[in-house]
């Protein structure tokens, strides 16, 4: 799994996220091409 195409896409989303107050950090890429993301703000409880 690329890291760049990873962020590249979380940034696509992240306006949207922010538009309800809250936002998305990459957390890890596993070794088997699991993507781990921390929501947080108002998208923390989702």
Not at 38 to 46: D, I
């Amino acid at each position: 799994m690329d890291k760049e195409k990873v962020k590249e896409v979380l940034e696509k989303i992240r306006p949207q996220l922010q538009m309800d107050g809250g936002d998305v950090e990459l957390v890890e890429i596993t070794d088997d091409g699991i993507v781990k993301v921390r929501l947080m703000g108002h998208c923390a409880g989702c």
